[in-house]
């Protein structure tokens, strides 16, 4: 009799503590990169790290267009599961979506939001458009050059009053030179004279 009341007890005691036991079997999620609610400018991949060696591990990555941003299937090393993420991803809020099968059969799943800023544009340094200014200034430079200078026509009235005086120098020296010949042919017509008469 007293035996049979002692293996109850332990019967009901066992069934007590069972679903105890049963739900401390359950892999939780320990820690994740990105952190939960975490803001970063740009991402590779996603590692989630469990309390216990995981199977079958299925991880998305979900951006603010619905497109899953994962790449490949994800990958085991020892208590976390690394899923690589195809970029650059643009700004948003994200979510890292996982399920995996824990080590007492039972699947889990969770999801892990985090935010991608986008990142900070250089403003333009001052001096380059200090630099620019010079250049174009200098540009009207070659049309002044390129305007001829006007021309006076000195050099032909030179030259012309030049042929003039030229010329006439020429014609009186053959007038001088004609007149010597007509004075000599008179000459010498004069002096044959008195020898034919006599």
Partial sequence: MLFRKTAALILVAAATLWPASAAQAHDVLKSSNPKENAKVESLTEVVLEFSNSVRFPKVVVNGPDEKNYASGEAERDGHKVIQA????????????????????????????????????????????????????????????????????????????EDADSGGGGGFLILAIGVGVVAVAAVVMATRRKPNKGD
């Fill in 85 to 160: 993420v195809s970029g650059p991803l643009p700004a948003g809020k994200y979510v890292i979506a996982y399920r995996i099968v824990s080590s007492d059969g039972h699947p889990r799943t969770g999801e892990v939001p985090f935010t991608v800023t986008a990142p900070d544009t250089p403003t333009p340094e001052p001096s380059e458009e200090v630099a620019e200014t010079p250049s174009a200034s200098a540009e009207p430079t070659p049309v002044v050059a390129s305007t001829p200078p006007p021309t006076v026509d000195v050099a032909p009235q030179s030259s012309a």
